[in-house]
């Protein structure tokens, strides 16, 4: 099977290098970025100005290759691909979680961004987090839990290029 994708836009950040870049959105607070949305998919950003946040998917385009076991930036451990938010991925999709801080005409300025300048949109979808709150009875975060609250002050560094 064959999947193509075509990117519906362009994201826009002050990194251009992946070291020193925050590793979680929790970890890049108040950074600006601007997503370009090619002109002919603006009329898919009706009523998205209503939302505070977006939940946006983009190609990690400078990422060559995968691992399926990976050492991320959260711990000095080794770990599975799939139990990670490793970069290192078979389809090297990434999604964060972005304030969204106004649009005008195809541009959408967003906040709180760690992602590379110059990365490929694949889709953008309202963050709506009641959609999911009834769902989760008892959450489990796995090798996250006592490693999380790094995620706001670690930067990245070349250990997935």
């Given at each position: ?5 075509e ?5 826009k950040?002050p990194?251009?290098e992946i ?21 002919k ?8 100005e ?5 939940n946006?998917?983009?190609?990690l ?5 995968y ?12 770990h599975?691909?799939?139990?990670t938010?490793?970069?290192k991925?078979?389809n090297r ?8 801080e ?7 300025h ?18 709506v ?11 489990k975060?796995?090798w ?7 995620a706001?002050t670690?930067?990245?560094?070349n250990?997935?290029?």
């Open positions: 099977m064959i999947i193509e994708m990117p519906i836009g362009t994201i950040t990194f251009n070291e020193g870049m925050p590793i979680q959105p929790t970890g890049a607070k108040g950074i600006k970025g601007l997503i370009e949305i090619e002109k998919y603006t009329e898919g950003l009706k009523d998205l209503s939302f505070s946040h977006i946006i998917l983009y190609l385009h400078k990422i060559d290759g691992k399926l076991e990976v050492k991320p930036f959260l711990d000095n451990k080794t599975g691909v799939f139990a938010r490793s970069p991925r078979p999709i990434g999604s964060s979680i972005v304030k969204l106004k649009i005008e005409d195809n541009n959408i967003i906040s709180n961004v760690d992602i590379l300048n110059g990365t490929p949109l694949l889709d953008i979808k309202p963050y987090p009641h959609l999911y709150e009834d769902t989760i009875e008892e959450l975060i796995g996250f839990e006592k490693k999380h609250q790094n706001k670690l930067k990245s560094d250990r997935f290029k």
